[in-house]
């Protein structure tokens, strides 16, 4: 997932890979890492982003499809979720 962090993956896209179905993949997955896969994803994705917001000079909007989110406006709205101010917030602070 870290690799390929910026493609479309789903939850059955990583059950294939994994060779097992998506119920297993998710138990399994959990317990290694105390969250399901697609929690993790958005994790991971909203890091990099924080790293793209602090070293770089692109738009919040280039930043969310370079990690892999589709739509700007979740993008803002997990990111908010996870580190409690918007993207452009975030990049003011640091």
């Known amino acids: ?3 390929h962090y910026p493609e ?5 896209n990583l059950a294939e890979i994994a060779e097992c179905n998506s119920q297993y993949l998710c138990r399994f997955f959990k ?6 896969p697609m929690k993790y994803l958005i994790q991971y994705r909203i890091e990099q982003a924080c790293e793209m917001l602090r070293d770089t000079t692109k738009s919040v909007l280039e930043i969310s499809l370079d990690c892999g989110f589709e739509n700007v406006s979740y ?3 997990k990111f908010k979720e ?5 993207p ?5 602070l640091q």
């Open 88 to 92: 452009q917030k975030y990049r003011q």
């Open 75 to 77: 993008f803002i709205r």
């Open 82 to 86: 996870l580190k409690g101010s918007t």
């Open 31 to 36: 317990d290694i890492t105390g969250m399901p």
């Open 8 to 12: 479309h993956i789903s939850l059955d």
């Open 1 to 3: 997932m870290e690799l």
